[in-house]
């Protein structure tokens, strides 16, 4: 036993020193790789964008552009639900008062609000004032400034919370930041934060138009920062809006490509059809002003700013509106200061009060107030029952789910494979067609490993490491791990493989690994920044990992002239759903497992322990979770080893029988049980004869 082992240790420590120097060829630094891949592939999409010459080519363009919008965001109820509106307390100050508020944006979904309502009588036009990623959300100190100061000039205000922000958070004191994987929650539902935003400042302007104090005719919105991003979406999209200013928001989505970003300004799979320049038309002939810094980050920078200005500057002219568009610039940083607050006063001035030439307006004498003494809830008296991002996340995901696991739709799964195949294709943001693989495979060396290094696309290069058994059964395994590419070659679950008679290969998949982007993490997202990027192409992460494990198979059978007869692909951790997704979407993979892999996106708390690219939007609204991406794998052998929820707890036996149920009855249906095994035994030698058995 002993001599075993130390022969085993021995095999490992060899391993180690042959898988450094197969990476020894992969030397130079190639974290950056991805990012350039990812700017090419976006300069590709939007290569061909031209104006449009008419304006009835255009309002064909903007037709079309709006359908795809509402494609992305499907957060525009067909009947939205009453608004119950609720006054909290009242407030007095010099000039104004404030009302504290609340009202209803979707059924148990409250938005709380300020109204900053002016001692003036008649009607009055009205601004939306939207916060950014400020601690205090409405509260800051930077917000109220614009508030009580366009309040002062005669303007009737409507400050209000985003949805995850301010006192809408999961906690109830402020500081709260709805992006990485909380707003990240919202994609599998098909409900983007960004979308969402947009609906809720429409039910905002709704509740503007029921107040006797403002005409509905002019309504105005602005916002700094997410707050800018708010104002050009709802600007572009809410015509009952007059005017927008989007402060420190507007660059372009190519811009984007680089930087960090919350969820809340991703529009998935945006660059397939448009740049940020087609959004700011949108809002043509209305009045639009771009406010920029000269000191802010790139993606909000003058010159990328200039870019979609001037691609937005035709449709302007064709409306016969051409100075109802301005950019507006400021040698300042990141923020909404004094003189840009005062050049947003007098654009709004002139869009919805019909006065003046759009100069700025001298700021009335105002002091912010105490941000806690002005909440709608101070301290912790929000009421417990509050319907927060995760929990709205899980009630909507319970009720996509319900009708996906009855008699007839798993009648559904069994008769139709092919669409399920194509459905789960399209979500993961299709396969591009194949292109050289530029293969370089090594001999296999005295311990019998060798290199594969291969292109799965153009800019891309991959490594694999190929171990081959001492008695190959005619096997291959493909072992995932996301954390540890090619160091799962040396795993406990490798090592029980190979023992029976299984090739193991290993790799770091694009944007993984050395492979991962510098500060590539945020948050509870190691894969924050790359994530992103990749849901802008509309290209989610796992479907190009998916993808890479598609072209090592075509890569191992090049080398070898064929695969061989038993193919398994193993996903350790947070890699079990690209191991369940490369097993359903290629018909080449006879085996697969899990192992201790997220077993459900419903989830109840915000993602722990998982991936950002693992979010895939509309996946659980158009496939399913989990067990139903599983169940297109039928009738392969499937082991699902262990589970974790979506906050990352271990799952009980009791917990992982019910969530997998779905696919129990499936695999019963079908008449082929005895392939399956659902267990939370992760010892890896009984994944490795789980895995083994025909």
């Given amino acids: 036993m002993r001599l075993r082992l130390c022969f085993s240790l021995l095999s490992v420590v060899c391993l180690s020193l042959v898988s450094s120097s197969a990476r020894g060829a992969d030397a130079p630094n190639r974290r950056g790789e991805f990012l350039a891949f990812v700017k090419a592939q976006a300069a590709a999409l939007r290569s061909n964008d031209a104006p449009p010459q008419t304006i009835d080519e255009w309002n064909q363009q903007r037709e079309k552009l709006r359908k795809q919008l509402a494609v992305v965001w499907r957060v525009f109820p067909t009947e939205n639900c009453p608004l119950e509106p609720k006054k909290l307390g009242e407030m007095q100050f010099d000039g104004y008062r404030l009302e504290k508020l609340i009202f209803q944006t979707r059924p148990g979904v ?14 009055l036009p009205a601004i939306l004032q939207v916060h950014g990623h400020w601690k205090e959300a409405k509260q800051a100190p930077t917000v109220q400034s614009r508030c009580i100061g366009a309040a002062k000039l005669g ?128 809002t043509a002939p209305r009045g639009l002003m771009v406010t920029s810094a000269t000191k802010d980050a790139f ?60 100069s700025p307006i001298p700021e009335p004498t105002l002091k912010p107030a105490d941000p806690e003494s002005i909440r709608c809830y ?127 290969v290993a790799l770091d998949l694009r944007a993984t690994g050395k492979l991962a982007h510098e500060r590539d993490s945020i948050g509870r997202a190691p894969d924050h920044n790359s994530a992103e990027w990749s849901l802008w192409l509309g290209r989610p992460l796992l479907g190009q990992w998916t993808y890479d494990v598609r072209r090592l198979l075509d890569a191992i059978a090049a080398a070898d002239a064929k695969l061989p007869q038993q193919v398994a692909v193993v996903g350790q951790s947070t890699a079990g759903m690209v191991a369940l997704c490369s097993a359903a979407t290629d018909a080449r993979v006879t085996h697969v497992a899990t192992v201790g892999s997220l077993a459900s996106y419903v989830s109840d708390v915000p993602y722990q322990g998982q991936r950002l690219g693992l979010m895939v939007p509309a996946f659980l609204r158009d496939l399913g979770d989990v067990p139903h991406v599983a169940a297109v794998t039928e009738p392969r052998r499937l082991v699902i080893a262990g589970g974790v929820s979506g906050g990352g707890q271990v799952l009980s036996a009791t917990d992982l029988t019910a969530t997998y149920e779905p696919l129990t009855k499936l695999w019963q249906g079908a008449g082929v049980k005895s392939s399956l095994s659902v267990s939370i035994n992760t010892d890896p030698a009984s994944i490795a004869d789980e895995l083994s058995q025909p």
């Fill in 110 to 123: 409250w938005m709380t609000a300020h109204a900053y309502v002016p001692d003036k009588p008649g009607k």
């Fill in 378 to 504: 101070p301290g912790d008296s929000r009421p417990n029952d509050w319907l927060t991002v995760p929990k709205f996340a899980a009630r909507e995901a319970r009720a996509l789910l319900a009708g996906k696991d009855g008699a007839s739709a798993q009648r559904e799964r069994r008769e139709e494979p092919a669409r399920l195949r194509e459905t789960l294709t399209n979500l993961l943001g299709g396969f591009p067609q194949s292109s050289p693989l530029q293969l370089d495979a090594s001999q296999f060396d005295a311990l019998g490993v060798r290199t594969l290094r291969f292109s799965p696309e153009p800019g891309l290069t991959l490594n694999a490491l190929h171990r081959k058994a001492p008695a190959n059964k005619n096997r291959i395994a493909v072992v995932l791990d996301l954390d540890d590419g090619e160091g799962a070659l040396k795993s406990p679950l490798a090592e029980q493989l190979v023992g029976r008679g299984w090739d193991v």
């Fill in 299 to 358: 993606q909000f920078s003058v010159g990328e700013a200039k870019k979609s200005l001037a691609a937005a500057q035709p449709i302007f002219d064709l409306n016969q509106r051409p100075s109802a568009l301005k950019h507006a610039v400021f040698d300042w940083h990141h923020d909404y200061s004094q003189p840009m607050r005062e050049t947003m006063y007098g654009w709004m001035t002139r869009h919805l009060k019909l006065e003046g030439d759009s």
């Fill in 155 to 282: 303007f009737f205000v409507l400050a209000v919370d985003a949805f995850g922000a301010g006192e809408r958070g999961i906690d109830k004191k402020l500081g709260e930041y709805h992006g990485e994987m909380v707003g990240a929650m919202l994609f599998p539902l098909g409900m983007p934060l960004s979308g969402i935003q947009v609906h809720e400042n429409m039910r905002a302007v709704d509740y503007l138009l029921t107040r006797p104090e403002v005409d509905g005719s002019r309504i105005g919105v602005t916002g700094a920062s997410g707050g800018g991003n708010q104002s050009m979406y709802a600007g572009a999209w809410d015509e009952r809006l007059s005017a927008a200013v989007p402060t420190c928001s507007v660059g372009n989505y190519q811009a984007y490509l680089g930087a960090a970003c919350c969820m809340c300004e991703v529009v998935p799979g945006a660059l397939r059809f448009t740049e940020e320049s087609g959004i700011l038309a949108l």
